[in-house]
């Protein structure tokens, strides 16, 4: 692992934070993996990508303060997403990629499908590759599950085991603070100490007029089913719910993702800020940040 990134020209790219705003679990399919529906944002907090190409050094190298916890070498989703994509391209993998890696790993904020996400973006203006090429679909899938919805961005229903994309409603600008309690959690783990019936869906019609508060009613309505099995598995994420919950200005406190990420939907950004600086200083094995929605 390097210190900070390659000098020269290239490209930087950043890989924001994953926020599943609401998660129903809806199936199973034969093969095991779990059909899930979920309404999915991005909070600009992130990871960044930078990639140099035409390297004589190619390869990849990572700081940050989550450096130690992710591979450094091609069993990495930032590598593995230029491996792929130069296959399919037919041109030599000579980038050198240097992730700087902000966001906790196996948190529920899909750190890695973020970075290779933000790999294949930057790779495709680089290489001027067509956006709209199935064949980049297709890696994107075969990537993880949440690469397809990290390449699209924004706000998206997301269905099926991650693939099938649906414009969602407004986020962008709404303040929210991410918080974890330091403690690893393997998705694979939560989803076998699942039980129970499956959930329908809990897709709603965006309405593009309607406020924050009325899509924060909408939220409220919904869950994300996977926090019973999480908490038992990491009672810290109770914690960190009820401590977001009772930050003034918290509208909303959920667990993202298979967890133990949580975040909580606030007023506005400086009831975010002050929630942030509170949690932070009550909790220094946590990590916290104030951000918005992209
Ligand atoms: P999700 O929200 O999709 O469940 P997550 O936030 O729980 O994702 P990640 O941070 O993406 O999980 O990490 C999952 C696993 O992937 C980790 O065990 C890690 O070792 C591996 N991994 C490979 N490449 C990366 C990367 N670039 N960043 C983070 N993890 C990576």
Redesign the pocket.
Known sequence: MSDGPASGAGLTEPAPA?VNLYLHVVGKRADGYHLLDSLVGFVAVA?RLHLEPGSAAPGLTVSGPFAA???DDD????WRAVARLAAHAGRPADIAVH?D?Q??????????????AAVLRALVRLWDFDPGDPELAAIAEAL???VPVCLAGGSRFVGGIGEDLAPGPPLAGLAVVLANPGV????RDVFRARTGAFSSPGRFAADPAAGPQDLIERLAALRNDLTAPAVTLCPPIGDVLAALAAAPGCRLARM???GP?CFGLFADAAAAARAAEGLAAAEPGWWVRAGHFL
């Open positions: 994953k990871d916890a992710v591979p069993g990495n989703l930032a992730l890696k966001l906790p790993v196996a948190a529920g904020l899909g750190g890695g499908s973020a970075d290779a993880g599950a949440d690893p959690l393997a998705t993202s993702g298979s990420s």
